[in-house]
T-cell receptor, first 113, second 114 residues
Framework: SQKIEQNSEALNIQEGKTATLTCNYTNYSPAYLQWYRQDPGRGPVFLLLIRENEKEKRKERLKVTFDTTLKQSLFHITASQPADSATYLCALAPTGNNRKLIWGLGTSLAVNP | DAGVIQSPRHEVTEMGQEVTLRCKPISGHNSLFWYRQTMMRGLELLIYFNNNVPIDDSGMPEDRFSAKMPNASFSTLKIQPSEPRDSAVYFC????????????FGPGTRLTVT
């Protein structure tokens, strides 16, 4: 069956450290993968998009990697801050239906001061 | 830019009643998406429109759900009759064009059906 999985356990890290979140998928051929941030009581906010032919994408303190052989994307936040505490969602778009995103359940990140 | 606007923000209704959720997408965006989010199932795409035309409604749970987009600046999601299992947060999102795939979400409507 087709699945997209993220760490179900909350991630707690110390301020200043690098947070690494994982997104694994099975039985999909994604055209691209996106990462979003969601705060309690709010809608998801787009962070980064990485295409199937890209290995890495960066934006300020954020970095996303995409390994289509391992069927995995890693999301890194360097020099983490308490304000980075939120739930992070990955979503992939299957090839052939680029507008329809399939979402993971998200990983909760807590950055402790 | 006001972002995606949804109303109401909260809705509490009794089983069997009709519920209408409303969405105003970001001006100039030509794709609109309706999602449902629950703890157990996460975000599920219900339906999406491109240029006001429904493209994929395979996520609509059953005939009790319907969605319309009469023009580029307004969409509704209707549940009739509502059931307790419909309780969830419903999000509307819009997206600018085919090149740019990111989606912009509204604040959501928290629906409780008793």
């Amino acid at each position: 069956s087709q699945k997209i999985e993220q760490n179900s356990e909350a991630l707690n890290i110390q301020e200043g450290k690098t947070a690494t979140l994982t997104c694994n998928y099975t039985n999909y051929s994604p055209a691209y993968l996106q990462w979003y941030r969601q705060d309690p009581g709010r809608g998801p906010v787009f962070l980064l998009l990485i295409r199937e032919n890209e290995k890495e994408k960066r934006k300020e303190r954020l970095k996303v990697t995409f390994d289509t052989t391992l069927k995995q994307s890693l999301f890194h936040i360097t020099a983490s801050q308490p304000a980075d505490s939120a739930t992070y969602l990955c979503a992939l778009a299957p090839t052939g239906n680029n507008r329809k995103l399939i979402w993971g359940l998200g990983t909760s990140l807590a950055v402790n001061p | 830019d006001a972002g995606v606007i949804q109303s109401p923000r909260h809705e509490v209704t009794e089983m069997g009643q009709e519920v209408t959720l409303r969405c105003k997408p970001i001006s100039g965006h030509n794709s609109l998406f309706w999602y449902r989010q629950t703890m157990m199932r996460g975000l599920e795409l219900l339906i999406y429109f491109n240029n006001n035309v429904p493209i994929d409604d395979s996520g609509m749970p059953e005939d009790r759900f319907s969605a319309k987009m009469p023009n580029a600046s307004f969409s509704t999601l209707k549940i009739q009759p509502s059931e307790p299992r419909d309780s969830a947060v419903y999000f509307c999102a819009s997206s600018p064009n085919r090149i740019s795939y990111e989606q912009y979400f509204g604040p959501g409507t928290r629906l409780t059906v008793t």
